[in-house]
């Protein structure tokens, strides 16, 4: 049974504790596996190095990614999960605190779904995340085709 585990791609601990105090808060249920940079994020997703045997037909449902990681940073992640065709219509969320006008652009350059600004205040958050999840988890429509 697929677990649909939510990928999130960030290396500051405080800003992972805020996204999974808000996931639960809103009541999105969904296991969250933290990638604490680029390269580990490839490695779940590709299931190789920690992740060896993960099962790759669990795909997460929702990458949400951070701009400033270490190893592979935001940008090159993304586009490197869109150009592998096991990974590319994987929804992937932009939460960051970047307000660079270039990396939204490089973002939706690159195949971002989403590009959300995380707000400073907690409440603001919480409610920012509520409505990505609704949103990405129940309301959105993903691919679920593979190309041969």
Do not use: C, H
Not at 121 to 130: P, W
């Amino acid at each position: 049974m697929k677990e649909n585990t939510i990928l999130m791609v960030e290396d500051n601990p405080d800003d992972a504790d805020l996204t999974l105090r808000a996931l639960e808060k809103s009541r999105i249920l969904n296991k969250v596996v933290v990638a604490r940079d680029g390269a580990e994020a490839l490695d779940y997703l590709r299931a190789t190095g920690s992740y060896v045997g993960r099962d790759l037909t669990d795909v997460p449902p929702l990458v949400l990614l951070d701009l400033r990681l270490p190893k592979i940073d935001g940008l090159e992640l993304l586009r490197r999960i869109r150009a592998d065709k096991q990974t590319k219509y994987i929804p992937v969320v932009i939460l960051t605190s970047s307000k660079e006008e270039q990396d939204i652009v490089q973002g939706y350059k690159f195949g971002a779904s989403s590009y959300i600004r995380k707000p400073v205040d907690f409440n603001q958050f919480a409610e920012a995340v509520k409505e990505l999840g609704l949103y990405w988890l129940v309301l959105n429509e993903p691919i679920q085709a593979k190309e041969s």
